[in-house]
């Protein structure tokens, strides 16, 4: 059973910075990508930045410049380094694997950013 643990969110300042961690368990296929997403209130959920198994990247226009998404050493991780942030960018943040084949989607159980003015 595929399990995503997410962490590393919290309260920030408006220009500050947080790191999101995010450890895959039970993968035992191909992963096409690994991402990160969010979703605030009301809103609905939308990419942040995905990771490909080639290490290819992909971010949200919202995000260029000031995000970071990168794979760990180990196995199944992946890590969302935030920096300059913005109070638009307040939201749950959740971790997803993307399987190749078939195609289906996993996530965690989110963490909440919230940025303050």
């Known amino acids: 059973q595929v399990q995503l643990v997410e962490s590393g969110g919290g309260l920030v300042q408006a220009g500050g910075s947080l790191r999101l961690s995010c450890a895959a368990s039970?993968?035992?296929?191909?992963?096409?990508?690994f991402g990160w997403y969010r979703q605030a209130p009301g809103k609905q959920r939308e990419l942040v930045a995905t990771i490909s198994n080639e290490g290819t990247t992909n971010y949200a226009d919202s995000v260029k410049g000031r995000f970071m998404i990168s794979r760990g050493d180990a196995k199944n991780t992946v890590y969302l380094q935030m920096n300059s942030l913005k109070p638009e960018d307040t939201a749950v943040y959740y971790c997803?694997?993307?399987?190749?084949?078939?195609?289906?989607?996993?996530w965690g159980q989110g963490t909440q950013v919230t940025v303050s003015s």
């Open positions: 039970g993968v035992t296929f191909r992963i096409n990508t």
């Open positions: 997803n694997v993307n399987r190749a084949w078939p195609k289906i989607d996993y």
